[in-house]
């Protein structure tokens, strides 16, 4: 199992500057990092699907040698993408079929404000106006999540959420490898309407889509469809609505990710470990798309509707 050092929880509670830069020093894995070579186009939103995501000429994308590095650690991959783009529920998928943790920063602080904590009420003002929480907070977040993880004997994971700023890139970059970023890529149009159609069943947490999004072919373009999650019977009454997940304040998390995580893309991109897939659909239409792209394959493993 691979040795997994944590140390800059502590450092990251002190005020300097540069707090969460040198903590991220202290903060060591012993593994060896994996060599990929992948590139991809820059759009959040496109129409076709992308060349870039057949990784059938580099094999040590595949499950093969990406599951369990040869040294015996886990995946350490990354997912990016727009709000409502589905890294949650693919992340999830693909964390469940890979054996490794996936690790939601919006999970973490949406615990954090439930709890009622310290950081509660400064996070809800930040979070319901779509705007991102400090790099020290989500790090000092993060890392209790990975030494909980540790203590429990986990190892690798799949990011979902983090890094969104390049200085959190940075930090991470600085601190181990990660394997692999994949970039999910949804129709603009699709989004606003996929984040305005997320549920939350309050009794079990299940995640659904009201959304059902038909696009018709025009100008070239081909068209789109992404079948609604619904939930199950015994959440349909049980569904809520994020609070950051009003149109005002998607286009605001929208505009923001433009600004600050699209640069996110170019830090990967520029080492060789981005996977730019663009979403051809819903779940049905893409799930085994992106198995081919990453050389995996799923042997009938059971998934929830939606992460
Ligand atoms: N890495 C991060 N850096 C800063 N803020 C974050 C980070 N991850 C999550 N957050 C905060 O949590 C909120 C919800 O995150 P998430 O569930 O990942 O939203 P989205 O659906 O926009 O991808 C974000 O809008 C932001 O306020």
């Known amino acids: 199992m691979a040795v997994f050092s944590l140390c800059f929880r502590a450092a990251t509670a002190t005020k300097t500057p540069n707090a969460a830069v040198s903590a991220a020093a202290a903060f060591s894995y012993l593994i060896r990092p994996l060599s990929h070579s992948f590139s991809s186009s820059s759009s959040c939103s496109s129409s076709t699907f992308d060349p ?23 995946v350490q991959w990354v997912f990016l993408g727009c709000p409502g783009v589905g890294k949650g529920t693919y992340a999830s998928r693909l964390s469940n079929l890979v054996g490794v943790p996936h690790i939601a920063t919006g999970d973490l602080v949406r615990d954090e404000l439930a709890s009622s904590g310290p950081l ?4 809800k003002e930040i979070v319901n106006q779509g705007k991102l929480v400090s790099d020290e907070i989500i790090i000092d977040l993060l890392s209790k999540r990975l030494e909980k993880g540790e203590a429990k004997g986990e190892s690798g994971f799949i990011l979902d959420g983090f890094p969104r700023t390049v200085r959190q890139a940075e930090i991470l970059e600085g601190v181990t490898d990660i394997d692999l970023v994949i970039n999910l890529k949804l129709r603009e149009e699709a989004l606003l309407a996929k984040c305005l159609g997320r549920r939350i069943c309050s009794e079990c947490g299940g995640n659904y889509n009201l959304a059902s999004i038909d696009i018709k072919a025009e100008n070239g373009r081909p068209g789109m469809h992404m079948g609604s999650l619904p939930p199950p019977p015994e959440c349909a009454s049980k569904l809520i609505t994020r609070p950051d997940d009003t149109e005002e304040v998607v286009k605001n998390r929208l505009r923001i990710y433009q600004s600050t995580t699209r640069p996110v893309e170019g830090f990967y991109r520029s080492r060789g470990k981005l996977l730019a897939f663009d979403l051809p659909g819903g779940i049905p239409e893409s799930w085994s798309k992106l198995l081919r792209a990453l050389n995996l394959e799923d042997h009938g493993s059971k998934h929830p509707a939606a992460a």
């Open 120 to 123: 509660s009420s400064q996070l």
């Open 52 to 74: 870039e995501i057949d990784l059938s000429r580099n094999k040590s994308a595949g499950l093969g040698t990406l599951k369990r590095e040869p040294k015996g650690r886990n």
